[in-house]
């Protein structure tokens, strides 16, 4: 079955870099659009980047443009996002997905992605 397991969050000061990892199984991940997701206590969970598929469209949240990158590595089935100059309006959980690169829009929205991982958690402060 389909699995996404998030890893590589922790604490980190401001101005600092972070990169986070998705390890998915149970699919082919060159078929799938992917994306990043963060949900900040107390907030709804927004998206944060969004890849349609190996060399589509890419998305990012306008917070994080200039700052965060999404990447993937078909043959090691892996996602990242590689934080830079992280701020502490940053901080959340961070949590993975994917769909079927054919039934993607592109909108980067939760309602497009049926597969989540558990999240990872974010905690950027002095």
């Known amino acids: 079955q389909v699995q996404l397991v998030e890893s590589g969050g922790g604490l980190v000061q401001p101005g600092g870099s972070l990169r986070l990892s998705c390890a998915t199984s149970?699919?082919?991940?060159?078929?799938?659009?992917i994306g990043w997701f963060r949900q900040a206590p107390e907030s709804m969970r927004e998206g944060v980047s969004c890849?349609?598929?190996?060399?589509?469209?890419?998305i990012y949240s306008d917070s994080v443009k200039g700052r965060f990158t999404i990447s993937r590595d078909n043959a090691k089935n892996s996602v990242y996002l590689q934080m830079n100059n992280v701020k502490p309006e940053d901080t959340g959980v961070y949590y993975c997905?994917?769909?079927?690169?054919?039934?993607?829009?592109?909108?980067?929205?939760?309602?497009?992605?049926?597969?989540w991982g558990q999240g990872t958690q974010v905690t950027v402060s002095s």
């Open positions: 997905a994917a769909e079927v690169a054919q039934t993607y829009l592109g909108t980067c929205e939760i309602r497009e992605f049926a597969y």
């Open positions: 149970g699919f082919t991940l060159d078929e799938y659009a």
């Open positions: 890849s349609s598929g190996s060399g589509g469209r890419t």
